[in-house]
């Protein structure tokens, strides 16, 4: 820890010495358009896994962005529930208050959940009851990075990425010396509230800022009995009239602050934030003590709450071979308390610190690149009778370097990445080496086409989960046995990608295949623990293999001045097979068409998605079938200065049956059934 302390503070003090330019600025350094692509919009600019930033159609990664515009009329959700039905992303849909990304058919430890570039320091990856300790309303943008070519976030990013971006940290200063957000919604289906606000102003060299949102929601209404028919089947019991999912409300509290000092050639700022929530696990109640039959009959509810501390400063150069250095630090303390009933039962805690420092290249003839360091030290501990992982020590350390040629015709990128992970507990002590690299060519035969091709190799260690546990856990209904001889993960990808756009019509395709060395699964070993009756499952090694596709369409019907009419398709499928049978939990196929009609007054949408049946599963799961819903969404901003926006929709309008196949909670957690959302957001 003194080397990390040092580099932090030595990169602390060498960005205050320049003030700062904002980083969007940095961030978008390019970001313009390379001879012979057309011009884009400045938000299209991505820069989760190109630090230096890259236009999405310029990009050989798979990228989705929710920007402040989506962000601004979007539900009240947890972010799994929130990012579910992008292309290529699904929900582990466990409980309103915990739902994490599933991207292209993975989950848990492979998805890395940043804010800002870092992780989390929570224990959200640990089990799927385990809330992301962040809530999307205080994001101001959220970049969906999918699959394993994310080089500058090391092996837990195997999967793909979710990086949560907000203006808690001032990159630029307030348009008008004071500048701010106001959101209120409400919803049918759980009797749902929320509100949330924030403010930014100018303060003389300082710029500082203040947050805060609240959500309060009961159990949500189901159109059928919450358990599936399979399930019933197999107990032998017949459908109640029971149509709310018991045990799914959500209470959150979370308000934050910052201040930056931001000057001609830089920036420096900090920030804090606290978050206290409190949900209900359905299914997750414990069985009663026969010798108190009180005992147990109450679900579970999960109390969350984390403080966390971040630094974050960029120092712009006028000449030399950087255009800037970035420091990025977190410091995090999560306590995650599950209460059974009144009664406290088993405690997580999760406490550390991470940090990047980054040296952007300047570009020179089309030629791009950064070289940077990560740093994390983390101490996982639970405490109780569901401790089923004893406490660890993790310490991780990573240099990267990720390069980009574009000439405008053709171009090459490519990465390495030299990680060190170390592991100590109880159970032992393990450490890991690995070896990250990716590389990849895009030229561009006209003007509005952009053809890539890549490939990667990407190591992940092993988590403390399945190097050390060792009992039973009731969220994923097994006994979890670890193994500490595992070695690390090896996947080996090929990407191909195709951007399109001229006239009315834009398409883009992302095709991919990955060979997993090494696929850590958890597999049933067929005996019962004594004690708690739960099946045995083993974290083994074996191989496995990836195959999917995500395709996006947009065709412009018509337009005229403002307003338009826009027809919009997006398709996405993953098949998993390893050598024990088939992946668990992957997500079927599902295609989405919509009809979108926007002007400068009023915005109005109807989307109808298709998931299609799953009855390709593991041996210790259920199929689930098709479904359909349909959605209506409409805006209004009544004001000439467009500030105020008034927003509704319906969702699930035929009140259709829906399971997502890639959550443990498919067979007595159905999805919402119909609801209507209303609000309201005014900015200034």
Same mark, same amino acid.
């Given at each position: 820890?003194?080397?990390?302390?040092?580099?932090?503070?030595?990169?602390?003090?060498?960005?205050?010495?320049?003030?700062?330019?904002?980083?969007?600025?940095?961030?978008?350094?390019? $970001?313009?358009?390379?001879?012979?692509?057309?011009?884009?919009?400045?938000?299209?600019?991505?820069?989760?896994? @190109?630090?230096?930033?890259?236009?999405?159609?310029?990009?050989?990664?798979?990228?989705?962005?929710?920007?402040?515009?989506?962000?601004?009329?979007?539900?009240?959700?947890?972010?799994?529930?929130?990012?579910?039905?992008?292309?290529?992303?699904?929900?582990?849909?466990?409980?309103? +208050?915990?739902?994490?990304?599933?991207?292209?058919?993975?989950?848990?430890?492979?998805?890395?959940?940043?804010?800002?570039? &870092?992780?989390?320091?929570?224990?959200?990856?640990?089990?799927?009851?385990?809330?992301?300790?962040?809530?999307?309303?205080?994001?101001?943008?959220?970049?969906?990075?999918?699959?394993?070519?994310?080089?500058?976030?090391?092996?837990?990013?195997?999967?793909?990425?979710?990086?949560?971006?907000?203006?808690?940290?001032?990159?630029?200063?307030?348009?008008?010396?004071?500048?701010?957000?106001?959101?209120?919604?409400?919803?049918?289906?759980?009797?749902?509230?929320?509100?949330?606000?924030?403010?930014?102003?100018?303060? +003389?060299?300082?710029? &500082?800022?203040?947050?805060?949102?609240?959500?309060?929601?009961?159990?949500?209404?189901?159109?059928?009995?919450?358990?599936?028919?399979?399930?019933?089947?197999?107990?032998?019991?017949?459908?109640?009239?029971?149509?709310?999912?018991?045990?799914?409300?959500? *209470?959150?509290? *979370?308000?934050?602050?910052?201040?930056?000092?931001?000057?001609?050639?830089?920036?420096?700022?900090?920030?804090?934030?606290?978050?206290?929530?409190?949900?209900?696990?359905?299914?997750?109640?414990?069985?009663?003590?026969?010798?108190?039959?009180?005992?147990?009959?109450?679900?579970?509810?999960?109390?969350?709450?984390?403080?966390?501390? %971040?630094?974050?400063?960029?120092?712009?150069?006028?000449?030399?071979?950087?255009?800037?250095?970035?420091?990025?630090?977190?410091?995090? %303390?999560?306590?995650?308390?599950?209460?059974?009933? %009144?009664?406290?039962?088993? *405690?997580?805690?999760? %406490?550390?610190?991470?940090?990047?420092?980054?040296?952007?290249?300047?570009?020179?003839?089309?030629?791009?690149?950064?070289?940077?360091?990560?740093? &994390?030290?983390?101490?996982?501990?639970?405490?109780?009778?569901?401790?089923?992982?004893?406490?660890?020590?993790?310490?991780?350390?990573?240099?990267? @370097?990720? *390069?980009?040629?574009?000439? $405008?015709?053709?171009?090459?990128?490519?990465?390495?990445?030299?990680?060190?992970?170390?592991?100590?507990?109880?159970?032992?002590?393990?450490?890991?080496?690995?070896?990250?690299?990716?590389?990849?060519?895009?030229?561009?035969?006209?003007?509005?086409?952009?053809?890539?091709?890549?490939?990667?190799?990407?190591?992940?260690?092993?988590?403390?989960?399945?190097?050390?546990?060792?009992?039973?856990?009731?969220?994923?209904?097994?006994?979890?046995?670890?193994?500490?001889? &595992?070695?690390?993960?090896?996947?080996?990808?090929?990407?191909?990608?195709?951007?399109?756009?001229?006239?009315?019509?834009?398409?883009?395709?992302?095709?991919?295949?990955?060979?997993?060395?090494?696929?850590?699964?958890?597999?049933?070993?067929?005996?019962?623990?004594?004690?708690?009756?739960?099946?045995?499952?083993?974290?083994?090694?074996?191989?496995?293999?990836?195959?999917?596709?995500?395709?996006?369409?947009?065709?412009?019907?018509?337009?005229? $001045?403002?307003?338009?009419?826009?027809?919009?398709?997006?398709?996405?499928?993953?098949?998993?097979?390893?050598?024990?049978?088939?992946?668990?939990?992957?997500?079927?196929?599902?295609?989405?068409?919509?009809?979108?009609?926007?002007?400068?007054?009023?915005?109005?949408?109807?989307?109808?998605?298709?998931?299609?049946?799953?009855?390709?599963?593991?041996?210790?799961?259920?199929?689930?079938?098709?479904?359909?819903?349909?959605?209506?969404?409409?805006?209004?901003?009544?004001?000439?200065?467009?500030?105020? @926006?008034?927003?509704?929709?319906?969702?699930?309008?035929?009140?259709?049956?829906?399971?997502?196949?890639?959550?443990?909670?498919?067979?007595?957690?159905?999805?919402?059934?119909?609801?209507?959302?209303?609000?309201?957001?005014?900015?200034?």
């Amino acid at each position: 820890m003194i080397s990390y302390r040092s580099l932090l503070l030595a990169a602390a003090a060498s960005t205050a010495f320049g003030g700062g330019a904002a980083a969007q600025t940095g961030g978008q350094t390019g $970001g313009q358009a390379a001879p012979g692509q057309q011009d884009v919009r400045v938000e299209d600019v991505i820069v989760t896994g @190109t630090p230096f930033g890259v236009t999405d159609r310029a990009s050989l990664l798979a990228v989705e962005v929710l920007d402040e515009e989506d962000l601004a009329v979007a539900p009240a959700a947890t972010l799994g529930d929130l990012v579910n039905g992008l292309p290529g992303v699904r929900s582990t849909n466990f409980a309103p +208050g915990a739902s994490r990304p599933v991207i292209r058919g993975l989950s848990g430890p492979r998805v890395q959940v940043l804010t800002n570039g &870092l992780g989390m320091i929570d224990a959200s990856s640990v089990s799927p009851d385990h809330q992301v300790a962040v809530d999307p309303g205080e994001a101001r943008r959220i970049e969906i990075v999918r699959g394993p070519s994310t080089l500058v976030f090391g092996g837990s990013a195997i999967g793909g990425v979710v990086n949560i971006i907000d203006d808690r940290i001032p990159t630029e200063r307030a348009e008008g010396g004071l500048d701010g957000h106001v959101s209120a919604q409400a919803s049918t289906i759980d009797d749902g509230a929320s509100f949330g606000a924030r403010l930014k102003a100018n303060a +003389g060299p300082l710029v &500082l800022t203040v947050d805060g949102f609240t959500r309060d929601a009961s159990d949500y209404d189901v159109p059928v009995f919450p358990e599936s028919q399979r399930l019933l089947d197999e107990e032998g019991e017949a459908p109640g009239p029971e149509r709310t999912v018991g045990n799914t409300f959500v *209470q959150l509290d *979370q308000y934050g602050a910052g201040a930056s000092w931001i000057g001609p050639r830089g920036y420096l700022g900090a920030s804090f934030k606290h978050v206290d929530t409190t949900y209900g696990v359905p299914g997750h109640a414990h069985e009663p003590d026969p010798l108190d039959p009180d005992a147990g009959e109450d679900g579970v509810s999960i109390g969350l709450e984390q403080s966390r501390y %971040d630094l974050r400063g960029e120092l712009t150069f006028d000449a030399g071979p950087f255009s800037a250095v970035r420091l990025s630090a977190g410091w995090a %303390d999560y306590a995650h308390t599950e209460f059974e009933g %009144d009664e406290v039962g088993t *405690q997580f805690f999760s %406490d550390g610190a991470e940090g990047r420092f980054e040296l952007i290249q300047r570009e020179r003839d089309g030629w791009q690149g950064v070289v940077g360091a990560q740093l &994390l030290e983390r101490t996982f501990d639970a405490v109780g009778d569901e401790a089923y992982v004893p406490r660890t020590d993790i310490s991780e350390q990573g240099l990267y @370097t990720v *390069q980009r040629f574009d000439r $405008g015709g053709l171009g090459f990128e490519g990465g390495l990445r030299l990680d060190k992970r170390s592991l100590e507990s109880a159970a032992g002590e393990r450490d890991f080496s690995n070896v990250s690299a990716s590389a990849g060519l895009f030229f561009r035969p006209t003007r509005p086409l952009f053809l890539g091709l890549s490939v990667a190799r990407n190591e992940r260690a092993p988590s403390e989960v399945e190097l050390f546990a060792e009992g039973a856990h009731v969220a994923t209904g097994a006994f979890e046995v670890g193994n500490i001889d &595992l070695d690390s993960e090896v996947a080996t990808s090929l990407e191909a990608t195709v951007h399109f756009a001229q006239g009315p019509f834009e398409f883009d395709l992302h095709a991919y295949a990955a060979d997993y060395d090494g696929f850590i699964d958890l597999r049933p070993t067929g005996a019962d623990d004594v004690d708690s009756g739960l099946p045995i499952f083993e974290y083994v090694q074996t191989d496995a293999e990836f195959r999917g596709f995500e395709a996006e369409a947009e065709y412009r019907l018509w337009e005229s $001045g403002d307003r338009g009419l826009a027809l919009t398709g997006a398709a996405d499928w993953v098949r998993a097979a390893t050598d024990l049978g088939p992946a668990a939990r992957i997500p079927p196929w599902s295609v989405t068409a919509g009809l979108d009609w926007t002007s400068r007054r009023f915005d109005a949408g109807l989307e109808v998605r298709h998931v299609g049946e799953q009855d390709r599963t593991a041996a210790f799961e259920r199929p689930t079938d098709g479904y359909t819903l349909v959605s209506l969404k409409g805006a209004i901003r009544p004001f000439a200065d467009r500030n105020v @926006t008034v927003f509704a929709e319906a969702s699930n309008l035929t009140d259709a049956e829906a399971r997502e196949h890639a959550s443990f909670q498919k067979d007595i957690a159905p999805l919402p059934g119909r609801s209507l959302r209303a609000g309201v957001t005014w900015r200034f």
